[in-house]
């Protein structure tokens, strides 16, 4: 099985009158559950907040919410677009599906060192005597 897609969230704690709410968080959890039931394991949603040690490097002029499919700014500020992201990664899946198997997952494994090839075609060609 091939990696899932990586899908990368990044918000902040919202100041308000009752101190603090961490709505990009809820909301990331939502849009995660709803990748989740479209493409299951094949995608993997992760939040960040902002100063988090983890947090991937943001990009000049980004804005929050900042959203990442396989480290390309999807978008920018403003709403969480679910219906974009799952555009998005219908292709990147397609595309990954369509690949043939040992380009989907981890290297083939070296053919069998046991047997050299000039000793394979030697045993197939003709004894001369």
């Known amino acids: 099985m091939s990696k899932p897609v990586l899908v990368q969230i990044v918000g902040a ?3 308000c ?3 603090t709410k961490d709505s990009w968080r809820e909301v990331s959890n939502w849009v995660a559950g709803q990748l989740r039931v479209r493409f299951g394991d094949r995608v993997d949603v992760k939040y960040y907040h902002l100063f988090d040690v983890d947090c991937p490097p943001m ?3 980004a804005q929050l919410p900042l959203v990442l499919i396989e480290g390309e700014v999807i978008s920018s500020g403003g709403k969480i677009s679910v219906p ?8 990147l899946v397609e595309i990954g599906a369509r690949l ?4 989907r997952s981890t290297p083939a494994e070296p053919p069998d060192k046991g047997v050299r090839v000039d000793q394979a075609q030697s045993e197939k060609r003709p004894q001369v005597s």
Request: hydrophobic share 45%; proline share 14%.
């Open 13 to 15: 704690p919202v100041a």
């Open 17 to 19: 009158a009752e101190g």
């Open 59 to 61: 990009p000049t002029e």
């Open 84 to 91: 974009l992201l799952r555009k998005k990664l219908e292709m």
């Open 100 to 103: 043939p198997k040992v380009l």
